[in-house]
């Protein structure tokens, strides 16, 4: 499984599951995505230290 907001691999047992009232499923891998996600509104691709997707 793969963080929402930073693609990185997130180990089994570890992270959070985020569930909007309209059904999405978010998951992240600390909680700095997920502030920096659902709180601050950032955007992944203009974020210096989350890693380019391919």
Do not use: N
Not at 2 to 25: A, N, Q, R, W
């Amino acid at each position: 499984m793969k963080c929402s907001f930073c693609s990185k691999e997130i180990e089994k047992g570890t992270g959070k599951m985020f569930v909007k009232t309209d059904g999405k499923l978010f998951y992240f891998c600390s909680s700095k995505c997920q502030k920096s996600q659902l709180t601050l509104h950032r955007k992944p691709r203009l974020t210096a230290w989350v890693k380019k997707k391919k």
